[in-house]
């Protein structure tokens, strides 16, 4: 029993590093990167929901897009931003209500 917990710990203390890295990487370098090259992105933020990990587009006016980023690499997660910003069309686009859209299935 001892040792299932030291793993579950050791697994839990993975999951937390690798939390922070996509958090500082979408958060501290990502974003002002974006924000610089005048894409009229005002913020990108990192999070999850659930198992779900998802990167959030604010543009300037308001409008935000959602991306489903579960499993990306860091740069997997610069790629789907790129797309979601030069045309709403990343791979893991999360559609919001009204839209039906599926962009993976373009592809």
């Given amino acids: 029993m001892d040792k299932q917990k030291k793993r579950k710990a050791f697994m839990d203390n993975v999951e937390k590093a690798m939390y922070r890295e996509k958090q500082n990487y979408v958060e501290r370098i990502l974003a002002p990167a974006v924000e ?11 999070g999850k929901e659930g198992s ?3 990167v959030t587009v604010n543009y300037y006016g308001g409008h935000t897009d959602r991306i489903n980023v579960t499993g990306n690499s860091l740069l997997a997660i610069m790629h789907e931003v790129v797309r979601e910003i030069e045309g709403h069309n990343a791979h893991g686009h999360i559609c919001e209500r009204g839209e039906s859209h599926d962009r993976r299935a373009e592809d």
């Fill in 52 to 54: 779900t990990e998802i």
């Fill in 36 to 46: 610089a090259v005048g894409a009229g992105v005002t913020y990108l933020s990192y």
